[in-house]
């Protein structure tokens, strides 16, 4: 375009005549070189300039090297982008030697092909990629689009080269955040691949840094072949702890699911161990939903429901018709499986929430026989049963859970399971059965000292969640064997943040908490404390914590007023109360195994898991 040449601060296009152009000082037309804009050239202004006005001209002239100084400059300025992915703009036309070295493929040593090497790496982990995507067309074509000096590596290189050397750079740096924990929480748990015949053993880390700030980890999913017997799990947990130089003094707790393998290896390993408690919960109700013959012939009959939908394209989208024409939801029903109590919950919900349209569509289609009217509401009271323990499921499976929830969480549904005994008609003989197996499997709870100090150290319930007076005697004894009996005295700190009391959001909760009375104000800090002066000091005047509230976040308010109360809280507060962690490291590792990598070697799985498990930890870096 005109103008941008500096020619054009002399000259203005004439109106008249487009081929020709008006001198700004004498306002002579000049011609612009020809009758077409394909023929227009800025020659004959040039000379005009420089035969007619030639202070103007020279004037143009100096313009005209600045600007080509300024293009140059940029030219050969470095990129500031951190992407080699764009190409840069130049505005100014780049020299041969920067036009040769943009066609050039960047070499293996280059820096910017083992940075986009390592990228691709990273990518194929994180989203469940083949290394075979290399190859992939599509794929290929996009690469070279963004950046053809980039030659893609073949997946050999990818797989044997370039996620092993990610791998053991991303260990070195969880190895030193491992190192630098007092105590660590494990969780772990066996996965057979059905495609493949591979088994993995996992195991996650967790604990709690001296700021009061939770640390979640992918420490193993290493192959194991073999049997399954207590004796091998033994000896690869004890692999798994040399490997990551974690001795026996620094393990805390192993959260597991309840096999008898999995105890036995945990019991011949010599490391403390406890029973998932998601799982334990389906232990409860494996025990007690099908106690009753009207509970079970009622399910049968769901499954049925269920089963022809999910069989027949066609029943499927005439209840489709049958939602749309009744204004109801158009969600699909759900199966529910033998392996998770709550799909059976689940299962009941939607059918309860879809029953006017399988009535009706029971109504036209014989071959479907619906529920009576007595099983309907046998499943709408079985739902409200269910419904607490699924919300204890649930609770209990967040990221950031920890055991202590677990001792509050038997003593609610005890009392729900009580108060259901009055309105849960019809469910009487399945009620007995769930409270029997629930304080069957739980007896010992309020023995085990994990889940009572973790509960004493939750800001969020105290002691005020313990049925016997005998644990309460056992608290003191606990914390002082646990403090290796300091009775050194410390120097006063400054008082923390107080926490306010919010007992609205659960009725049990705070119906407990009401019963056997909230603690009062915070007092001020005393000079002088030992271990138990300070757990009295916190047990008697500290508020209860709302339930809602991260009691990480209390400690790192008050963990300088209580400071070795503070560090039995990092201990005790850093095991999580299911080994879900382990079965969500599962659920990718059954991603990982798809069709398109289904001969992946396990040593090769367990990078990619660990890769993926752990360069959110580090930010991505």
Known sequence: MPSQSCIWDYFTISPADNSKAVCNICNVGVSRGGQTPKNFSPTNLKTHLQRTHFREYNEYTEKLARESEERKRKADAPSTSTSSFAKQVYRGQQTMQQCIQRSQKWDNNNPDKIECDRLLGEMIALDFQPFSITRDIGFRRLVSKLESRYTLPS???????????????LKKRVGILVDAADHVSFTTDIWSSVGSLHSLMSLTGHWITNDFARVQTVLCCSSFPGTHTGDAIS?????????????????HLFVSDNAANAKSG????????????????????????????AVSDMMAVSRRIVGHFKHSPLASSQLKETQRALDLPENNLIQDVPTRWNSKMYMLQRLLQQKRAIVQYASDHPAVTPLTAKQWHLAEMLVSVLAPFGAATRECSQKNETIAVIIPRVLMLSRKLEKLSTTARGLGTTLDEIRTSLETRFSDIEGNKFTVLATVLDPRFKDSFFRNDATKQLIEEWIMEESGNQQERMPDEPAGVETGSDLSDDDEYAAILKERGTAVATGPAAPDRSVIQEYTLYRDTEKIAAKKSDPLNWWKCNGMKYPRLGKLARRYLSSP?????????????????????????????????????????????
């Not at 997946?155 to 750079?169: A, C, G, M």
């Not at 590792?589 to 752990?614: T, V």
Request: net charge neutral.
């Open 577 to 621: 109360p299911t080994s879900v962690p382990s079965e969500r490291l599962f659920s990718e590792a059954e991603a990982i195994y798809d069709a398109r990598r289904s001969c992946l070697q396990p040593e090769k799985a367990e990078m990619l898991l660990f890769i993926r498990g752990n360069l959110p930890l580090l930010n991505f870096k």
């Open 235 to 251: 000896d690869e947990i004890n692999k798994m702890l040399h490997d990551w130089k974690i001795g026996k003094e620094r393990v």
């Open 266 to 293: 945990l019991r011949k390993a010599d490391v403390s161990s406890f029973g998932c408690f998601a799982h334990t919960l389906q232990l409860v109700m494996g025990d007690a939903v099908f106690s009753q013959c």
């Open 155 to 169: 997946d050999k290189h990818l797989s044997y080269t370039v996620i092993p050397e990610i791998y053991r750079n």
